[in-house]
């Protein structure tokens, strides 16, 4: 059976999402080029348009991606663990585990064109956080409801926290070049946080 055209359009941007977070990941935001990914992706550049309106459009395309596996973590962390304290300690290990195998996303995050890119890329980080911690919000007014979590945690406040015991773990692996162990800093973080958290 012959896939669709719409099906082989769908295979196609992800094959060049992919290889832009390759380059993004070797050469940071600001090297990703239309010819590279191309290349990686086994097209002539001017085949690219044929998915993207240009560059802008695959790195929006780039956050919607990390945006999806971002979400889906949270999805997998309910699904697999019934507490709402394992559940936070799940996303946060996701998270790292996802940076880990993804090293363009701390690229893309802690990069200017990031942060001070245009308004539209902006709006789309914002989005991409604000629904993140949306979601870790829930999960701890959930424990709160079920008296897992103590009455005067404020749920904004507590996701702030999550994401604060990765983001400095997560910029220090980054510029020591994958030397600093995130991993075990979140460990002993996540041990702290806990104690603060648990009814």
């Not at 001017?46 to 240009?54: E, I």
Request: aromatic share 6%; hydrophobic share 45%; net charge neutral.
């Amino acid at each position: 059976m012959t896939a669709t055209p719409k099906l082989k359009t769908r295979v196609r941007r992800e094959q060049i999402v992919e290889a832009a977070l390759e380059s993004i990941a070797e050469h940071g935001v600001e090297g990703l080029s239309m010819a590279e990914v191309a290349e990686r992706v086994g097209l002539v550049p001017s085949a690219l348009y044929r998915h993207f309106a240009g560059k802008e459009e695959i790195f929006e395309a780039c956050l919607g991606h990390l945006r999806q596996r971002l979400m889906g973590n949270l999805i997998l962390a309910a699904d697999e663990n019934e507490g709402p304290i394992e559940q936070l300690r799940s996303v946060l290990m996701r998270h790292i585990d996802l940076v880990l195998a993804n090293p363009a996303a701390p690229r893309i995050i802690f990069s200017s064109q990031g942060i001070d890119g245009p308004p539209a890329r902006r709006a789309l980080m914002q989005a991409m956080i604000n629904g993140y911690l949306a979601g870790i919000e829930g999960i701890v007014a959930e424990g709160k409801s079920r008296g897992e979590i103590r009455a005067d945690v404020e749920p904004d406040v507590a996701a702030m926290m999550v994401f604060g015991i990765f983001q400095p773990a997560a910029f220090r692996w980054h510029v020591s070049d994958g030397k600093y162990d995130m991993k075990r800093q979140a460990e002993r973080a996540w041990k702290h946080f806990e104690r603060m958290m648990r009814a």
